[in-house]
């Protein structure tokens, strides 16, 4: 894994830094769900409700795919 070295401004922890690169590498699909949430210092569990707090879905569905699906559920 690369490291990198940044100075953050005063307003902005270290923590919180890891965080927020963590939401939005899982939000771009650049990391799953296991190594954003440790990237983050979280559970999975934890991670998951932070996801919800940004806003940034648990599952991503194609909206083809979506529609079939809700087709089949409304035709059983």
Request: glycine fraction near 6%; hydrophobic fraction near 40%; avoid cysteine.
């Amino acid at each position: 894994m690369a490291k990198i070295e940044l100075e953050l401004p005063t307003t902005v922890s270290a923590e919180e830094a890891r965080l927020l690169l963590a939401v939005k590498l899982y939000e771009t699909e650049r990391l799953s769900l296991g190594k954003a949430a440790e990237l983050a210092g979280y559970s999975v569990r934890a991670f998951t409700e932070i996801l919800a707090h940004y806003g940034v879905p648990l599952y991503r569905y194609d909206p083809d795919e979506l529609e079939r699906e809700v087709q089949e559920w409304g035709s059983e």
